[in-house]
């Protein structure tokens, strides 16, 4: 049977492949979908599917912001960071926000100064194949923001689940665009720029949900009081163990750090004591994986005579 230990170096190896796995599929997909977008942007006379062509390439660049996150928050602990690098991942996720926030940015003030410059007769009117490009880039996007979301759950990787937020991003701008082109088509020139304004919209909304979550995870936040609430009865389901004075947890990037105090029988030995301090220890480590430390603080207390 394998040990804890061993368990969590699994739990690493997979963690590693998984995310590289689907990182790489991601990148084919939106270097893909970045060229076919532009072409049909630049062919069909769409500044909204060229936008849209941008933000898929952005995407790209992600990505590998994602891939060098994992591969540092991966890393064991050493002398200059005793506590692991996981919260590399949260840097990564930080990082991709921005990318895709000033993104968005550049996309919205180039629409709004077309829409600003009020000769709209002058606008092209977008051919069919942008409307195609825009029906295939919902469809690719929202099946790589769903395969990215599950294995993003399943790994419990922040950086993935955001790069997962791009591809939904991208599949909402899309249907910006689409709804842009085709009313340009039916004799409306201002939509399409209109929809570039649209994409910029859902590009800084994804932008600042992946920040809040990253910072959340920064800043040492509790976990949620249903996890905690399993971790004081796993404590008190422990031999020995009279009661939970205090618990404590964050969340380090993905994994969490607990620190909590017992109350045993204060007649117990000190090496009794001990051995009841590590079987709460090994009990929670064995049974939340994502408890990457926990400290056990015995308490002296008193056996209630029946």
Not at 48 to 54: E, F, G, L, N, T
Not at 132 to 141: D, E, T, Y
Request: with cysteine; net charge negative; proline share 2%.
């Amino acid at each position: 049977m394998a040990t804890v230990e061993q368990q969590k170096t699994e739990a690493v190896q997979d963690y590693e492949k998984t995310a590289m796995r689907v990182s790489m599929v991601s990148i084919v997909a939106n270097v893909i979908l970045t060229i076919c977008k532009l072409l049909a942007g630049i062919l069909a006379h769409s500044g909204a599917m060229i936008s849209d062509a941008i933000h898929s390439a952005s995407d790209v660049f992600s990505t590998f912001v994602v891939i060098i996150g994992v591969r540092i928050s991966g890393r064991a602990s050493d002398k200059d960071h005793p506590y692991g690098h996981e919260r590399m991942e949260c840097v990564a996720a930080i990082v991709l926000a921005t990318i895709l926030a000033v993104t968005g940015l550049g996309i919205g003030g180039s629409a709004v100064g077309t829409i600003a410059g009020g000769d709209y007769t002058r606008l092209a009117v977008p051919g069919r194949l942008a409307l195609v490009a825009a029906v295939l880039s919902i469809v690719v996007k929202e099946g790589m923001y769903q395969y990215t979301r599950v294995h993003a759950r399943r790994i419990d990787s922040g950086a993935l689940m955001a790069d997962a937020w791009h591809h939904r991003s991208d599949a909402l701008s899309s249907i910006g665009a689409l709804i842009g082109i085709a009313g340009s088509r039916l004799g409306f020139p201002v939509a399409d720029p209109i929809a570039s304004v649209v994409i910029c919209f859902f590009i800084e909304k994804a932008a600042y949900e992946i920040f809040r979550d990253a910072v959340n995870k920064m800043v040492d936040k509790a976990c949620e009081d249903e996890v905690e609430m399993e971790f004081m009865q796993c404590a008190k389901g422990q031999d020995g163990v009279l009661g939970v004075d205090l618990l404590h947890t964050r969340v380090f990037g993905n994994k969490i750090y607990v620190d909590i105090e017992i109350r045993v029988d204060g007649d117990k030995s000190l090496r009794e004591a001990h051995g009841i301090a590590e079987r709460v220890h090994d009990a929670i480590e064995k049974r939340f994986p994502k408890v990457k430390h926990i400290m056990v603080h015995v308490n002296p207390g008193e056996v209630r005579a029946l």
